[in-house]
């Protein structure tokens, strides 16, 4: 069975993405060479991984980190699996400012944990990208583009598009100048000579978004606040 590396080449993939697509090119040489994420490198839990995703969503990084530590601190462990989250009933981990709805979530990851239904890291290794999203994503609170967060910036997967995420859509906008930004399936098919480097090209297109971002706040005298990516 393949093994899928962690990681990719990102001066290939600049060079690539640069040849493919000279409108692409002429901001990723604008803004310059993007470094490999050290995540990559990392050993991590899966499970950790998305139960910290399920707490951080609709809040702001502040505020989520403060819950975060709260439950580890209920729970007495800086990890969050099935055994350590069984430590605490409902009401103690409620009491640390986790919703209704993202306690179910929990309760939920722990429980598919405990019956073998989420892949560990080393099986991950072997799994393909539509095979780890279709693992995933029956977790109660866990979407696509959770796992493609995962993929992309965890498992260092090359060729992911997040083709749902507004910052990838904006960035595309403005790459190609267009009125609107692209529908999902129209910026998908749009990415295909990104492949096999679109994790790289969505790296760009992020911080495309962002000089768009930027620009606009100069010209407006406003402050936005940059379209979140992941959670660590």
Not at 20 to 46: E, N, V
Not at 53 to 70: F, M
Not at 125 to 154: C, H, K, Q, Y
Not at 201 to 216: H, P
């Amino acid at each position: 069975m393949p093994r899928h590396a962690r990681g990719f080449d990102t001066q290939a993939a600049y060079d690539h993405l640069a040849r493919r697509d000279r409108k692409l090119g002429a901001w990723m040489k604008r803004i310059g060479a993007i470094d490999a994420d050290p995540r990559w490198r990392k050993s991590f839990d899966p499970v950790d991984a998305l139960a910290r995703a399920i707490l951080y969503q609709q809040l702001s990084g502040k505020a989520a980190a403060t819950i975060v530590g709260r439950v580890e601190t209920a729970i007495g462990s800086d990890r969050f699996h099935c055994d350590t989250l069984a430590r605490c009933d409902d009401a103690t981990i409620r009491a640390c400012g986790v919703s209704g709805n993202k306690l179910l979530a929990l309760r939920d990851l722990a429980a598919r944990e405990g019956r073998g239904e989420i892949p560990a890291l080393r099986q991950m290794s072997t799994m393909d990208n539509d095979a780890i999203v279709d693992a995933l994503v029956p977790v109660r609170g866990i979407g696509r583009w959770t796992v493609e967060m995962m993929l992309m910036f965890r498992l260092g997967r090359p060729d992911v598009l997040p083709v749902d995420d507004l910052g990838i859509r904006k960035g595309a906008q403005l790459v190609d100048k267009l009125d609107g930004m692209l529908p999902p399936k129209a910026l998908a098919e749009r990415g295909e000579r990104w492949g096999p480097y679109r994790t790289y090209a969505s790296f760009y297109l992020w911080r495309i978004a962002d000089f768009g971002v930027q620009a606009t706040s100069k010209a407006s005298a406003a402050t936005k606040t940059p379209t979140k990516r992941s959670q660590d």
